[in-house]
């Protein structure tokens, strides 16, 4: 794999030391409050309602087992997975082919559309919450994992359509001409040539999707009963629980999206050979 | 090449789903701010919108939220962006770090930054145990406006820079790289570099960046509630009071058409502002 | 990552199967929709101790306002839904009335529930619209160590709004930071203290002598104990917190508000009665009720929860869980939780005391019950956040609530004196 465009090597040795402590006060700033979340969800009540309260607690588990024996905690944990991975397929399916229209075409009502596609994120999700829970229970979508997805589906949309254009429009349009000349239809010069460059951005949406999916509470607890996501079950009665069970239920509800982060990181770069050709 | 019909094919899904799923709740909600609910058109609801004396206190909050916070975003996310995409070893895991806020909701994070800056805090609990100062200092209180503003800022900050931070690294990834090569050959140095050539070539993912970091930023509510209290009213959060505690459907939707005109405001901007022009395309 | 693309083909399978599976699955039970107990150990205690003596699938779902409200809305708009039976405070169900099913033909078993209670039930119609789940009050708390910053000759159980100034006072002065707490956050139920404590005690009304002479007295007497209080009581919801994290030793608020620290640590803090001001101790309950949905997919089941829901065992099941008092008369066990026995003898020491001022809960206000909080909840942001002018604030939030109480038609309850048409704003 080649290297990035190199911005550092062959610079003075205080320019290398200067930029290497920025990137470590860079990692301070966003990894001390999750530290300070993950210690506190593993100490005692004692030591988390204590003050001074100290940097470096001793470890106990009780809060955190209560959360991961509280009933019901496993099948929210499941609704919510699905509801996310749903809402991932389901956005990047739906929103990369309009990604790839608006960067491709001039047509009438080009703007429009971007700006109708952004209202969905900048129009308040709790008042459309009404109207869509009623119709979700006249045609039977009310408390399905589906319905939940679909909701999740529109906050997300946003972003699948934005970055997937974005990222279109970075990639010149002779690859693809070039790619048509050689004998590929649009399709096949699609999925050789272009996909591949596309890659990061679509892993980018992906990860909206989910994350927007699994954070989401409002809709979720209007919409889901029986199948209740983990946030809406957790979430939405952290306020009112005292302070070392919200650090607990923070911290469990924090992991699983820490993990999907950590599994679909690398194809952020996954393509960057090619990227540079 | 069926060229006219395609791009119309390639919207239909989303344009679809967005009639169904947005438009026709989005309606029926919109129609609230402008009519009584026997059906009557009237201004009513957006002048007893705009006469509540917390009004002007609610939109100069979000608006000022927006101004301080966006602008250091961005700054923050095309440093690290050109960061990581610089680094040769360890790229994977300094991202993966940068990018874990990502996965942390409003919620979670109004928690983690008000023990940050609580009475009884970290943030106390640092200052006196180093006896720098007395008596822990009280940063949230009612008469403080300006801490808690900054307090407010720091966490949103902390939080939502991510989301910015991916979309700008999947758009470097898109830069050729013999640009940098033929810019080094010249003897460009590494700012000239980056102001000649990462920032024109990122402009459409900035743009992307740009608009919906802005939209997200005027919806601000859960960690304003978590650090402010009552202190800074903000739009959404006068949103749901109407709507959950008043009851009172018809002005909380005046209070979301002005989220939604003020954020279609911005994105037009962005897009005017960041056009690219036809023809230079990279 | 091989394995890694392995891991989304099945979960991909998996989310399409149950998603598919999904529909089928419906409850047999009740589902129990709620805005109290919502803290997850509560909620859990709910369904483990309170619940499980009933014969009979509960799904008891608490959950926030904003949810609760809008998934109700919906499912009243789509005319059926899941919700079998409601729980929320009296001030949630008076905007109800008339999607909610008369409770009246219920048989109760020879309960004995408080007839006031059940009477603001029928939220000033004849129809049984809720019956009385639980109650609270609110009470003061105080760590031990504040006691001894006591001013001289005061009575912690009798105490007047005068000697809680010069006490908070006397605590800033001492430790150098003020040590009242008040919980004015978002989620603070502070309109609740000016309606129902600070009225009563000062005018002996809540809603006539809004705007009078001693109304004007009143708020700025709360001016006075708010500057020994801790500023970031703005950021409060449960004292019980604030308690246990010492930022503040002494506060105001709701029983079961407070439960948590006098749990953990019974023998550091105590309880105490309200104070009172010159027409009285004014105090307030804090009503929950039980109320059942014109949309109900199984009436005789819900119905049948909402009489469980009153037996005296399930009473005094729920105060352990919730820390929420029985409205019905019974015996309490020895063994209540801390929190039970303490603020129980301040209740009992304040409804028993001398100069005692017992309000009554709004009624009658219908969708209009959030509006006139917000009346209460203006004037004090405006007087003591704002600074704005006393009288001023007084004279135009009086005009926003005489508008509530016309249009609301509502007549005057207690301790406002009986009205013809709607309760006057003098």
């Known amino acids: 794999m080649s290297t990035a465009p190199n911005m550092v090597v062959g610079q003075s040795k205080a320019a290398r030391w200067s930029f290497n402590i920025a990137v470590i006060l860079l990692c301070l700033w966003v990894l001390v409050p999750i530290y300070l979340l993950i210690s506190n969800a593993l100490s005692a009540p004692a030591d988390v309602n204590g003050f001074p309260k100290k940097l470096l607690p001793s470890v106990n588990t009780e809060s955190v087992e209560f959360f991961i024996g509280f009933y019901g905690v496993t099948k929210a944990l499941w609704s919510s997975v699905q509801v996310a991975f749903l809402t991932m397929v389901m956005a990047v399916l739906i929103g990369a082919p309009a990604g790839y229209a608006l960067s491709r075409f001039d047509f009438r009502g080009k703007s429009l559309f971007r700006i109708m596609i952004l209202m969905t994120r900048a129009f308040p999700l709790p008042l459309l919450a009404l109207p869509m829970a009623i119709m979700f229970i006249k045609v039977g979508l009310d408390d399905t994992v589906f319905g939940l997805a679909i909701v999740h589906t529109t906050l997300a949309l946003p972003f699948a359509v934005l970055i997937t254009y974005s990222l279109f429009s970075g990639i010149p349009i002779e690859l693809e001409e070039a790619a048509w000349t050689l004998g590929c239809n649009r399709l096949q010069a699609f999925i050789k040539v272009i996909f591949p460059l596309v890659l990061p951005g679509i892993t980018a949406s992906a990860i909206f999707a989910f994350v927007t999916s699994w954070n989401e509470v409002f809709a979720a607890a209007v919409l889901t009963i029986e199948n209740r996501t983990l946030p809406a079950f957790l979430l939405q009665s952290l306020d009112d629980a005292p302070l070392h069970l919200k650090f607990a239920g923070g911290a469990v509800l924090v992991l699983p999206a820490l993990l999907f982060l950590f599994f679909v990181r690398k194809y952020l770069f996954s393509m960057w050979g090619i990227a540079n050709r | 090449m069926q060229s006219r019909s395609l791009p119309y094919l390639l919207l239909l899904p989303a344009t679809v789903f967005l009639v169904c799923f947005f438009l026709y709740p989005f309606v029926l909600v919109a129609w609230q701010a402008f009519a009584t609910d026997e059906g009557e058109i009237t201004g009513k609801y957006f002048n007893k919108m705009v006469s509540h004396w917390k009004f002007e206190k609610a939109l100069y909050y979000t608006l000022a939220l927006a101004l301080v916070v966006v602008p250091v975003q961005l700054v923050l996310s095309l440093m690290m962006a050109s960061f990581v995409s610089s680094m040769k070893k360890g790229r994977d895991l300094i991202l993966y770090i940068w990018t874990i806020p990502l996965g942390i909701s409003d919620l979670a994070a109004g928690i983690i930054w008000l023990a940050i800056f609580d009475q009884t805090g970290f943030l106390n609990s640092v200052l006196y145990s180093t006896g720098i100062v007395d008596e822990p200092v009280t940063f949230l209180g009612y008469q403080n406006k300006g801490t808690i503003f900054i307090a407010v800022a720091l966490a949103e900050i902390w939080r939502a820079t991510a989301i910015m931070l991916v979309i700008l690294v999947a758009g470097i990834g898109l830069i050729p790289k013999e640009y940098y090569e033929a810019a080094q050959v010249y003897g460009a140095n590494s700012w000239q570099r980056f102001t000649k050539i990462t920032l024109p070539l990122l402009k459409p993912s900035l743009q992307t960046a740009l608009i919906l970091r802005v939209i997200l930023a005027f919806e601000v509510f859960a960690v304003v509630s978590a650090l402010g209290g009552t202190n800074l009213p903000v739009l959404m959060g006068e949103v749901y009071n109407r709507q959950f505690v008043l009851q009172d459907n018809h002005t909380a939707a005046a209070f979301a058409m002005l989220i939604l005109f003020i954020s279609i405001i911005s994105t037009v901007f962005f897009m005017w502002a960041l056009r690219t022009p036809k023809g230079v395309k990279a | ?426």
């Open chain 3, 1 to 426: 990552m091989s394995q890694f693309r392995k891991a989304v083909a099945v979960l991909a399978v998996a989310t399409a199967t149950s998603t598919i599976g999904i529909s089928t699955a419906s409850a047999e039970g009740v589902l129990f929709w709620a805005t109290q107990a919502k803290p997850v150990e509560e909620a859990q205690a709910m369904r483990q101790e309170v619940l499980s003596g009933y014969e009979g699938e509960v799904d008891f779902q608490p959950s926030d306002g904003g949810p609760w409200l809008t998934r109700l809305q919906a499912e009243l708009g789509a005319g059926k839904g899941k919700i079998g039976v409601l729980g929320s405070l009296h001030g949630d169900l008076i905007s109800l009335g008339d999607d909610l099913v008369d409770l009246s033909d219920v048989d109760l078993g020879g309960a004995e529930v408080n007839e006031k209670f059940m009477e603001l039930g029928k939220l000033g119609g004849s129809e049984q619209k809720y019956i009385p789940w639980m109650q609270a009050t609110y009470v003061m708390a105080a760590n031990k160590k504040a006691l001894e910053h006591l001013p001289e000759g005061a009575d912690v159980n009798a105490l007047s709004y005068d000697q809680l100034i010069e006490w908070a006072k006397n605590m800033a002065d001492a430790t150098g930071s003020p040590k009242f707490g008040f919980p004015a956050g978002p989620k603070g139920l502070k309109h609740r203290f000016f309606q129902g404590y600070l009225y009563p005690s000062y005018t002996n009304s809540m809603v006539t002598k809004f705007r009078s002479a001693e109304a004007e007295q009143a708020w700025n007497k709360f001016k006075e104990l708010w500057q020994y209080t801790n500023p970031g009581s703005t950021g409060y919801s449960f004292m019980q917190e604030q308690l246990l994290t010492e930022e503040v030793w002494v506060a105001f608020d709701h029983t079961s508000r407070l439960a948590g620290a006098f749990n953990d640590r019974p023998d550091d803090f105590i309880a105490f009665p309200a104070p009172a001001g010159p027409t009285g101790r004014g105090f307030m309950p804090v009503v929950v009720g039980i109320a059942v949905p014109t949309t109900a997919p199984d009436m005789e089941a819900a119905k049948k929860l909402v009489a469980y829901m009153v037996k005296p065992e399930t009473q005094v099941a729920t105060l352990k869980a919730t820390n929420f008092f029985p409205v019905v008369s019974t015996e309490l066990p020895d063994d209540m939780p801390a929190a039970v026995k303490i603020s129980g003898a301040a209740i009992a020491a304040m409804s028993g005391s001398a100069d005692a001022n017992p309000g009554l809960l709004p009624v009658g206000l219908g969708k209009l019950g959030g509006e006139f909080n917000q009346v209460y909840v203006d004037a004090f942001e405006r007087i003591v956040l704002g600074g704005e002018d006393v009288r001023e604030v007084l004279d135009s939030q009086a005009e926003t609530l005489r508008g509530v109480m016309n249009e609301a038609g509502a007549p005057c309850w207690g301790p406002d004196p009986a009205s013809e048409g709607p309760c006057p704003v003098d």
